[in-house]
């Protein structure tokens, strides 16, 4: 069965250092996303993507985020300069179609900021 | 008021039990209502998709959306210690929203 996956399954950075976060998503989907969770916490949106472009993005998504698909298979959230606010899980999804209705998750990349 | 409302419990029934789980939301702009599961420290797993109001069955899980009162349920017939896990109510209106979890634990 076709699934997301993501790497590194654990990172460990200091504290303004750059990070980027791996992913592949199923083949054929066309609609990537990336969330994060805080330990404890809800599971939060970050960015869609589609298209070569982000569709959306949150709060949360500043200046210090950026995401790329720099080839026909990997999406990439990149974190410019992290902080220590920034640990948490980060999560890839991606989806065949529109409309959100089924987002297959990544295992997700925990991310620790010393 | 938040835009997704679950209570986190912790739920802790015996084996063979029915689990019911829900959440409510505000927003009237969602569409489509989701229930994922979630292993500790893992990425979550997609049970149960509905579009419209009514119930959705597949095995031993049976989802229901009531959008006029803003109310959705997820329930686990014959509960089995596998099913231990959080689950997670996720909404949209073209991202996800989610609610904060309810950690379930079934008892052998």
């Known amino acids: 069965e076709p699934e997301v996956t993501q790497t590194p399954s654990h990172q460990v950075t200091q504290m303004g250092q750059e990070v980027i976060l791996r992913c592949v998503p199923i083949?054929?989907?066309?609609?990537f996303y990336w969330y994060r969770q805080i330990l404890g916490q809800k599971v939060e949106f970050l960015v869609s993507f589609y298209n070569n472009e982000i569709s959306e993005k949150s709060e949360i998504f500043d200046d210090q985020f950026s995401v790329e698909r720099p080839d026909g298979s990997n999406f990439t959230l990149k974190i410019r300069s992290t902080k220590l606010e920034d640990s948490a899980m980060y999560f890839c999804a991606s989806s065949g179609r529109p409309g959100d209705n089924e987002q297959f998750f990544g295992p997700g990349t925990r991310l620790t900021v010393l | 008021q938040k835009e997704v409302e679950q209570d986190p419990g912790p739920l802790s029934v015996p084996e063979g039990a029915i689990v019911s789980l829900n959440c409510t939301y505000s927003?009237?702009?969602?569409?489509?209502f989701m229930w994922y599961r979630q292993y500790s420290r893992k990425g979550p797993e997609l049970l149960m998709y509905t579009y419209s109001s009514g119930n959705k069955e597949d095995g031993r899980f049976t989802a229901q959306v009531d959008k006029s009162s803003k109310y959705i349920s997820l329930f686990i017939r014959d509960s089995q210690p596998s099913d231990s896990a959080t689950y997670l109510c996720a909404m949209s209106d073209y991202k996800l929203s989610f609610g904060a979890g309810t950690t379930v634990t079934v008892r052998a």
């Open positions: 927003n009237s702009a969602f569409q489509y």
């Open positions: 083949s054929n989907h066309l609609y």
